[in-house]
């Protein structure tokens, strides 16, 4: 199984393209990072979801990228053949194509129409630093994506993250996103990201006389507790909605 990293830099190479101007390929596709967000993505320090990753497989023109990831694709038959065969494969294809007897109708692709109808959308940033829903991660603030999405689905929320851990079960899985509202302060058993001792944690706040914790949904956890004497602590926002 080859890393996702590990794909993007050798068809980045192939392609005879650097950091810096995939950069600028994704920008032009409103996915706007920078070339050390690259970076973090091709030496596996950050996760990239899959929305961006299959942008890059059309800008980098990886034909099939579950065979790259996992070394077979059994839903694709061109996968079961060698180089040779292959090349036969993808001739007959052209014979295919031309005349258009056999051609598919074009059509509108999401991202062309979120491209061209711009009202009702939103932008904010997806931090790259999987906030720990475990262990705690470092949300990084200099490692972002500025993604897209509807103002109906993100409505109230500022910024997105995406969970590692199953500390948050049943209601927030591994790998889920996140949509933040960015606040300073939180109410007592209201769900939020915080920062505590420089790691990002998502917790439910529990605030009373008996003192402040940080409380997993999963009973497997104890709860965190901070301690307002010792501990730097910060809330980063609510939990608004998950994607």
């Not at 790259?128 to 829903?133: C, P």
Request: charged share 25%; hydrophobic share 35%.
């Amino acid at each position: 199984m080859e890393s996702i990293g590990a794909i993007i830099t050798a068809y980045r190479k192939k392609a005879h393209m650097s950091q810096l101007e995939l950069a600028a390929r994704l920008r032009e596709e409103g996915i706007d990072v920078r070339s050390k967000t690259i970076s973090a993505w091709e030496t596996g320090r950050n996760e990239i979801s899959a929305r961006i990753f299959l942008h890059l497989c059309r800008i980098l023109e990886i034909p099939d990228c579950l065979e790259e990831y996992f070394g077979h694709n059994p839903n694709n038959p061109l996968a079961l053949l060698n180089a040779a065969g292959k090349e036969k494969a993808l001739s007959y294809i052209d014979l295919l194509l031309y005349p258009q007897s056999y051609v598919k109708e074009p059509h509108i692709t999401p991202y062309t129409a979120a491209s061209s109808q711009k009202d009702g959308i939103k932008k904010f940033r997806l931090y790259d630093a999987r906030v720990s829903a475990g262990s705690g991660d470092f949300l990084d603030s200099d490692y972002y994506t500025t993604i897209e999405v509807p103002e109906e689905e993100a409505r109230g929320a500022d910024f997105a993250v995406t969970i590692s851990g199953d500390s948050m079960e049943p209601l927030f899985r591994d790998h889920d996103m996140v949509y933040v509202h960015r606040q300073e302060t939180l109410e007592d058993g209201e769900i939020g990201i915080f920062s505590l001792n420089n790691m990002a944690y998502l917790k439910k706040l529990k605030d009373s006389a008996d003192g402040t914790f940080l409380i997993s949904l999963n009973p497997n956890y104890a709860p965190i507790p901070v301690d307002p004497n010792r501990d730097s602590f910060r809330i980063f926002g609510k939990v608004c909605r998950t994607r």
